[in-house]
C-alpha cells in the first residue's frame, strides 16, 4: 500500500531536500504533494525524475493524505501543524515550534525510535535542531557503554542552517572581497565572508543564544535529562554541513580504541579516523552525504574519563531532510498511520 505525503515549504532549501530523500529512499509513496504559501503557487520543484506544481497550503485539503513534511518555520507550524493533525494526518515538523511540548515526541530515529508512539496525543512529532541530531547520534552508542556525565560542544555550523537568503550572503560577500566591491550585511548581524560569527539565534538572559539552549534541551529530552551540556555555537563561512568538537566525560572508563568500535558500529555512524594528514572529515566531503561522520577520536587526559571527538554531517540531511523522512519509515515500518487517523 502507497501512502499519500505532503511536503509543506517545498520551495525552501529544506523543503527541496525532503523531495529529493523520499525519491532516493524510493518511499513508498502512492503520491507526493508540493506545498508552500500562495506566494509559491504554480512553482515548479523536482522529484525524483518528476516536476510537481506547488499548491497553496492554505486551501488544501489534508483529511486523504497520511504524512505531511513541514518545513515553512516555525510561524507556520504553530498556525498549521494542529490543524493538519486534527485531520488525521501525522505532521513531522522541522521547526522549533514543538519540540519542547510534552505531548509531542521528538525523535531521531538512531537514538529514540520508541518515542514515536506518543505522536498519537496531537499527531505531530518534532525534528530536532540540526546541530543537536548529529551530536546525538554520536552521543547514544557511547552512553550505553559508559554513561555521560558532561558534555562541552562548540559547533562550526554552515549558513545553510540559516536558510536560502544566508547562502546567497555568503556568496556575494565572498564575491564582493575578490572585486572589491561593497561587503553588505543583511542577514547575519556580521560580515560572514572569510569570517566566523559566535552568534546563532537571539541571546537570552544568561548569555547563552536560543541555538545552545536548543543542544542542552533537546539532548535531555532525547537522551538523557541527567546529561550536564554546555554549548558555543558558532557561524562559519561554509555552505553546507555543520561540525562539532566535542568534549563528552563518562562515569565509567572509555579509551579511544572502545569507542572507536562502538561507534563504528553504531548506525547512522561512519568513523574516518586515520592519524594522518587529511585523515578525518570535513563538511565538503559530508555535504550531500546521509552519515554522522566522526574523526579525531582521543582521550582527553585532563579530566577522569574524558573523550574527544570531531564530528560532521550535512545539516540540511541529517540535520533536517533526512531525519524527517526516517521518522516518517518508522511510521510506515511500525504500522503505526492507522493510529493517527483513529486519534483525530
Same mark, same amino acid.
Given at each position: 500500500?502507497?501512502?499519500?505525503?505532503?511536503?509543506?515549504?517545498?520551495?525552501?532549501?529544506?523543503?527541496?531536500?525532503?523531495?529529493?530523500?523520499?525519491?532516493?529512499?524510493? !518511499?513508498? *509513496?502512492?503520491? &507526493?504533494?508540493?506545498? *508552500?504559501?500562495?506566494?509559491?503557487?504554480?512553482?515548479?520543484?523536482? !522529484?525524483?525524475?518528476? $516536476?510537481? =506544481?506547488?499548491?497553496?497550503?492554505?486551501?488544501?485539503?489534508?483529511?486523504?493524505?497520511?504524512?505531511?513534511?513541514?518545513?515553512?518555520?516555525?510561524? *507556520?507550524?504553530?498556525?498549521?501543524?494542529?490543524?493538519?493533525?486534527?485531520?488525521?494526518?501525522?505532521?513531522?515538523?522541522?521547526?522549533?515550534?514543538?519540540?519542547?511540548?510534552?505531548?509531542?515526541?521528538? $525523535?531521531?530515529?538512531?537514538?529514540?525510535?520508541?518515542?514515536?508512539?506518543? #505522536?498519537?496525543? /496531537?499527531?505531530?512529532?518534532?525534528?530536532?535542531?540540526? @546541530?543537536?541530531?548529529?551530536?546525538?547520534?554520536?552521543?547514544?552508542?557511547? %552512553?550505553?557503554?559508559?554513561?555521560? =556525565?558532561? &558534555?562541552?560542544?562548540?559547533?562550526?555550523?554552515?549558513?545553510?542552517?540559516?536558510?536560502?537568503?544566508?547562502?546567497?550572503?555568503? #556568496? @556575494?560577500?565572498?564575491?564582493?572581497?575578490?572585486?572589491?566591491?561593497?561587503?553588505?550585511?543583511?542577514?547575519?548581524? =556580521? /560580515?560572514?565572508? #572569510?569570517?566566523?560569527?559566535? %552568534?546563532?539565534?537571539? #541571546?537570552?538572559?544568561?548569555?547563552?543564544?536560543?541555538?545552545?539552549?536548543?543542544?542542552?534541551?533537546?539532548?535531555?529530552?532525547?537522551?538523557?535529562?541527567?546529561? =550536564?551540556?554546555?554549548?558555543?555555537?558558532?557561524?562559519?563561512?561554509?555552505?553546507?554541513? %555543520?561540525?562539532?568538537?566535542?568534549?563528552?566525560? !563518562?562515569?565509567?572508563?572509555?579509551?579511544?580504541?572502545?569507542?572507536?568500535? $562502538?561507534? /563504528? @558500529?553504531?548506525?547512522?555512524?561512519?568513523? $574516518?579516523?586515520? /592519524?594522518?594528514?587529511?585523515?578525518?572529515?570535513?563538511? %565538503?566531503?559530508?555535504?550531500?552525504?546521509? *552519515?554522522?561522520?566522526?574523526?579525531?577520536?582521543?582521550?582527553?587526559?585532563?579530566?577522569?574519563?574524558?573523550?574527544?571527538?570531531?564530528? &560532521?554531517?550535512?545539516?540540511?540531511?541529517?540535520?533536517?531532510?533526512?531525519?524527517?523522512?526516517?521518522?516518517?519509515?518508522?511510521?510506515?515500518?511500525?504500522?503505526?498511520?492507522?493510529?493517527?487517523?483513529?486519534?483525530?
Amino acid at each position: 500500500m502507497g501512502y499519500k505525503v505532503a511536503v509543506v515549504g517545498a520551495t525552501g532549501n529544506v523543503g527541496r531536500e525532503m523531495l529529493d530523500i523520499l525519491a532516493e529512499r524510493a !518511499f513508498p *509513496a502512492d503520491e &507526493v504533494v508540493a506545498l *508552500a504559501s500562495s506566494r509559491s503557487l504554480g512553482q515548479e520543484v523536482s !522529484f525524483g525524475d518528476k $516536476i510537481l =506544481k506547488v499548491k497553496a497550503l492554505d486551501t488544501y485539503d489534508f483529511s486523504d493524505t497520511d504524512i505531511c513534511l513541514m518545513s515553512a518555520g516555525g510561524d *507556520a507550524s504553530k498556525e498549521w501543524s494542529p490543524r493538519i493533525g486534527q485531520q488525521g494526518c501525522v505532521v513531522i515538523d522541522n521547526s522549533s515550534a514543538f519540540r519542547y511540548d510534552a505531548d509531542v515526541p521528538l $525523535i531521531v530515529p538512531e537514538v529514540n525510535a520508541d518515542a514515536v508512539v506518543g #505522536f498519537t496525543k /496531537r499527531n505531530i512529532i518534532a525534528n530536532p535542531n540540526c @546541530s543537536t541530531a548529529q551530536l546525538v547520534v554520536a552521543l547514544k552508542p557511547l %552512553h550505553e557503554a559508559a554513561t555521560i =556525565k558532561r &558534555v562541552v560542544v562548540s559547533t562550526y555550523q554552515s549558513v545553510s542552517g540559516a536558510g536560502k537568503d544566508a547562502m546567497d550572503e555568503l #556568496f @556575494s560577500q565572498t564575491r564582493a572581497v575578490f572585486t572589491a566591491g561593497e561587503v553588505v550585511t543583511k542577514k547575519f548581524t =556580521k /560580515r560572514i565572508a #572569510f569570517n566566523v560569527i559566535p %552568534h546563532i539565534d537571539v #541571546f537570552m538572559e544568561d548569555g547563552y543564544t536560543k541555538e545552545e539552549w536548543k543542544m542542552v534541551a533537546e539532548t535531555k529530552k532525547m537522551l538523557d535529562p541527567k546529561i =550536564k551540556l554546555t554549548a558555543t555555537a558558532v557561524r562559519v563561512p561554509v555552505f553546507i554541513g %555543520h561540525a562539532e568538537a566535542v568534549n563528552v566525560e !563518562f562515569e565509567r572508563p572509555l579509551s579511544p580504541e572502545e569507542a572507536t568500535e $562502538i561507534l /563504528r @558500529s553504531a548506525p547512522g555512524v561512519l568513523v $574516518i579516523d586515520k /592519524r594522518e594528514n587529511g585523515g578525518y572529515m570535513t563538511p %565538503h566531503e559530508a555535504a550531500g552525504e546521509d *552519515a554522522t561522520y566522526i574523526s579525531r577520536i582521543r582521550e582527553d587526559a585532563t579530566v577522569e574519563n574524558g573523550l574527544n571527538f570531531w564530528c &560532521v554531517s550535512d545539516n540540511l540531511r541529517k540535520g533536517a531532510a533526512l531525519n524527517a523522512v526516517q521518522i516518517a519509515e518508522v511510521l510506515v515500518n511500525r504500522k503505526l498511520l492507522n493510529k493517527a487517523k483513529a486519534a483525530a
